[in-house]
């Protein structure tokens, strides 16, 4: 029977408004990007604000079913609450005020302050606060599909970072801390289905806590090398850490004199450690590289090898500060007496700086340091005999590198890169005791919620699966978030007897929930093929009189080559894509 003319699951290309573009966009510099934009699934209004356009809105909204089944089968519940968030429930947190730069703020009319919610912890606090009394009601777990704005200092990469992005948010609530765990867990579980489900291979990893601290964290990341994240693994024994996290097994420092004795050594013009490590003919590690932070408005010298980069992350854990940053000209010169590149651990001007250094310098003698005074280096320095770093101002400091070891098992590490996705946090009582959000136990009792909270980037998910799931012609969809499972290539439109059979092919497919597109634009087949494979329709049916004629239509997947291609009589032709989708 005919279809009716509302049956809004009918798509032809020509009524379809899709444009595909021959030039990359100026402003994209990785793959996925590119192809985001030529394939128009979307198209930027401003830096880091994108229109979806109706094929990647039907990705978006794939993606969103299948966050939201898998949250659904997980016992979650869903609510929306509003992206105008009233500043008041901020100031109960304190994030008002910490939150920084990056949260859009506004005011209405009456002059009362709203943010733009670049997340959403007070809202879902307050709001359990409100709904939940009594132990009964535990554990619940809220959340929602929103859009969040966030004023980032770099939007970029179209929509992996951008200041309007669609996230799942989601909270748990619970009596106990056992049951905040397996809340957590089950979480977890339900993300490692929602990626599987949209074709991604992601990873979890462990990150760090921000400000909640050593709370129990897993990031799941896409491995790409366009990721901005560096990921350290074992291949040994599975450990995984975003490098912000990531520890190592300290080497020894040992000692690496020359054996010319202490004294000072005139190095002019050499500031950087390879500069100097050439100017004396040394290597990168006899040097310890001495920079000054300042941490919440204090400063303090960081002490590493030469050869290893300060992890600001890890700095900031250990002093406990709030904030961590390289202390400007001014400040280097009144503190250590010298300019930056000569800077170094033995005697600076202000006698009360705290200096600390890196785990595997304990103990490390025969080093080669900035003298605090320019254009002067010490060698063959003691660090325990000649600065006043004492035990308690040696930590982790560095960011691990690859072939540094295992903290776990002692093998070494490989460094990969990747894209958080998704990101699943234990946040104890936080928000909770902020809110002051309780529930009464068996006997009356009250006591304080104790809270997760767990974020998908939706509209990150979506770029994600093109990043890890593309070649040169274009993007190679997995069904399940495919913008149409198949395409059908008509290449007679004005041919009755190939078009009969083209839309014949779409109802009967659509009529076993495939969705389908069919190409009846007047167009050269070269052209065509080369629109699908660059939107990337994961099985293309083709449609021809001589096809016809010849025996059939093709079904050709686009991650096979064309050697691939089946032969179907017009009969057999929707088993042929069924079984081409696999
Ligand atoms: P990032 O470190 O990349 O800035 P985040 O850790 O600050 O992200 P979360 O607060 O954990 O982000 O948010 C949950 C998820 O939302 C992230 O895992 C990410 O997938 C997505 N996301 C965060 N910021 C953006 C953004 N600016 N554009 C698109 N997606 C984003
Ligand atoms: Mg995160």
New binding site residues.
Partial sequence: MAFFWYNTQIMKWTKSLIQTLRENPGDAEIDSHKLLIRAGLARKVAG?LYSYLPLGMRVLRKIQQIVREEMDRAGALEIVSPILQPAELWRTTGRWDTMGPNMFKLRDRGEHEFALG??AEEVFTDLAKGLVSSYRQLPVTIYQIQW?F?D?TR?RFG?????????K?AYSFDADAEGADKSYWNMYHAYERIYGRCGLKAVAVQ?DGGDMGDSLTH??HVLADAG??GIAFCEGCGYAANLEKAERRCPAAGDKAEGSGFAEVHTPNAKTIEEVAAFMGLPADAFVKSLVYVADGTPVMVCVPGDRDVNDVKLKRFLGAKAVGLADFGTVLRVTGANAGFVGPVGPADASLRIVADASLRGATGRIVGANKDDFHLRDVDLARDTKIGEADFSDLVVVKAGDVCPKCGKPMVIKRG?????V?KLGTKYSAAFNAVYKNDKLEEHVMIMGCY???????LQ?VIEQSHDANGIIWPASVAPYMVVIENLDPSNAEVTKVADGLEAELEAAGIDVLVDDREERPGVKFKDADLIGFPVRVVVGAKGLANGGVEVKRRADDKSKTVIAPVADAAAAVRAALG
């Fill in positions: 880091g670049p997340t969040k966030r980032e939007p929509l992996m970072r951008s200041k309007e992005f669609l996230m948010d990150a990031e799941f901005e994240d894209i958080e996705v998704g990101q946090f974020g998908v980037g939706v509209s990150r998910t994600a």
